[in-house]
């Protein structure tokens, strides 16, 4: 059977979506937790988590495109240290830039990283993911990734290369290419180097002289919709059932031997209280968490409730970080 990692993103942000992961961790659904560490206020949120769940692996959701940089990183950044939007990724074109470029990217990685370890008790960050994937497009960014996770001893895992289902995670890389585009007038140079390398990073992961450490793949299969009008709490519940089965008939079909992580988006299950976690949310500087996704985290959540205990025998314990 194949063993699984169930981690709970965007940690240490919004309240309401915290204390949705506060509660899943301690009812043992989830065994992960993955927190950006660039908001004010978010190493009180990882104290709570691990006083009521001592036993979580938490890691770092790194972030080059939400939020506000640790260290300036004026080539990621407009004014006052505000992450550019992920459309605005674009590489220097002067060779020495493209260099100090990097050098930025690894002293905010590394800072990153550094806060939570800062947090946690053991002092040990389980595990690295990347908000957007955005350190997974381009090549030398994915170096700077490795080369960080690398450095620290123990070596931190990061999140697979491997994505699963495929054409979801295609259409998710097409559709950044195409932003990025768009919002660089078509620079096609980078756009290609994004749909290729998005093709060959299995690969040229596997052949790095020192690969990184992760798990055979990372599963999405119960991911969205993103809603345009909000879901009655019935449809809510019937979206919750979709979801569980989607994570069921998705684990049937791994391997034996595979360490599969899968990644769910979580937010206080209190249907009377979505409208008001919703407002709250709007004026948000962290692209991606979208309130309009707010009714489906809160199904994510419920079927998760309901995956335990209907294959609480066949899946749990989950997997540790730690024994990859």
């Not at 300036?72 to 992450?83: P, R």
Request: with cysteine; glycine share 4%.
């Amino acid at each position: 059977m194949a063993k699984l990692i169930f981690t709970a993103d965007d940690f240490g942000v919004v309240p309401a979506i915290d204390k949705g992961i506060v509660d899943a961790a301690e009812m043992g659904l989830i065994n992960s937790v993955a927190t950006f560490t660039n908001k004010d206020g978010f190493e009180k949120s990882v104290e709570i988590l691990l006083d009521r769940s001592p036993n979580v692996e938490v890691g770092a959701h790194l972030t080059i495109s939400s939020g506000y940089a640790l260290t300036g990183a004026s080539f990621f950044t407009e004014k006052g240290s505000k992450f550019k939007h992920y459309g605005n990724i674009k590489r220097p074109k002067r060779e020495a830039d493209r260099v100090l470029e990097l050098v930025q990217l690894e002293k905010e990685i590394r800072a990153q990283i550094d806060k939570l370890v800062e947090v946690l008790p053991d002092r040990r960050v389980k595990h690295l993911s990347v908000h957007f994937n955005s350190l997974y497009f381009i090549k030398d960014y994915f170096d700077v990734l490795v080369k960080v996770a690398n450095s620290y001893d123990p070596v931190i895992p990061i999140r697979s290369v491997h994505a699963k289902p495929g054409i979801k995670h295609d259409f998710f890389v097409g559709q950044m290419a195409l932003q990025i585009a768009f919002k660089n007038l078509f620079r096609q140079k980078e756009v290609d180097h994004i749909d290729e390398f998005a093709e060959a990073i299995g690969d040229y992961a596997k052949s790095m002289t020192n690969p990184p450490k992760m798990p055979s793949l990372f599963h999405t299969a119960h991911y969205g919709p993103l809603g345009l009008a909000k879901l009655s709490e019935r449809k809510v519940e019937k979206l919750a059932k979709k979801k569980r089965r989607k994570v069921f008939k998705s684990s049937q079909k791994l391997q034996d031997d595979e360490v599969c992580e899968y990644v769910f988006h979580l937010i206080d299950d209190n249907y009377n209280l979505l409208e008001g976690y919703r407002a709250s949310a709007k004026s948000l500087d962290y692209h991606g968490i979208n309130d309009k996704y707010f009714d489906s985290r809160m199904a994510e959540l419920r079927s998760l409730k309901t995956f335990k205990q209907h294959y609480e025998d066949e899946f749990y314990p989950l997997t540790s970080w730690t024994n990859l």
